[in-house]
């Protein structure tokens, strides 16, 4: 599924050259072995997720992560970037990846869990509450949020890019927003941990109650 409309800068930036070289850049066995070190962690207070969806899940790597931890885990990946989602269909069925803008998509099902990591500082802050919609309504049970934090929006220039790379709370606006969520779980992430290093990403376990 396929969409070549772009509601946003941001999307048209992603899903062009720079987006590929994005993907080109973000594969090792490395980065492998961190994202399975960091998911031990950050879902160690979640029940087994039998399915998954990751927005802007690019090549797979988050998603091969998971599937190390939980072998039998249905996946779905959504893939702005055409490069990036070609190859995550070398890891994935070819049904279960969404080639879309988020903004385009429209949840028909829930996943027990929802991830979204280095995905929502992309976005622009306009169409925020659409995407927060968007993730509210794909999820069955947790939402893993997995962002740079600050408790006041910010922008960051971005590869000498200006308005691609955006700092806030993500999480505070999404429990605030929703009050039938509940935060399970949180933690950081260093750039310089000596063993399985992540990009000083602030992670954000949220549980739907029922």
């Known amino acids: 599924m396929k969409s070549d409309h772009f509601k946003t800068e941001q999307d048209r930036f992603w899903a062009g050259e720079f987006g590929t070289r994005y993907t080109s850049r973000n594969q090792s066995n490395n980065l492998l072995a961190s994202n399975i070190a960091f998911f031990s962690r950050s879902l160690r207070a979640a029940r087994k997720p039998a399915n998954c969806i990751e927005f802007g899940?690019?090549?797979?790597?988050?998603?091969?992560?998971?599937?190390?931890?939980?072998?039998?885990?249905?996946?779905?990946?959504?893939?702005?970037?055409?490069?990036?989602?070609?190859?995550?269909?070398?890891?994935?069925?070819?049904?279960?990846?969404?080639?879309?803008?988020?903004?385009?998509f429209v949840p028909t099902q829930t996943f027990d869990l929802v991830l979204v990591k280095g995905f929502l500082i992309h976005i622009n802050s306009e169409v925020l509450p659409q995407v927060y919609e968007i993730l509210y309504k794909s999820m069955g049970h947790?939402?893993?949020?997995?962002?740079?934090?600050?408790?006041t929006p910010v922008k960051i220039?971005?590869?000498?890019?200006?308005?691609?790379?955006?700092?806030?709370?993500?999480?505070?606006?999404?429990?605030?927003?929703?009050?039938?969520?509940?935060?399970r779980d949180y933690g950081f992430v260093y750039r310089r941990d000596p063993n399985f290093p992540q990009d000083d990403i602030t992670w954000f376990l949220l549980e739907k109650q029922e």
């Open 142 to 151: 947790y939402l893993l949020l997995c962002e740079y934090y600050n408790p």
């Open 57 to 104: 899940a690019n090549l797979g790597m988050n998603l091969r992560s998971l599937k190390s931890l939980f072998p039998d885990q249905l996946q779905f990946g959504l893939e702005i970037n055409p490069e990036a989602a070609d190859k995550l269909r070398n890891f994935l069925p070819s049904d279960n990846v969404i080639e879309m803008s988020i903004l385009d």
């Open 157 to 183: 220039p971005y590869r000498d890019h200006d308005d691609r790379m955006f700092k806030r709370d993500f999480c505070g606006e999404v429990l605030d927003r929703y009050t039938d969520l509940k935060l």
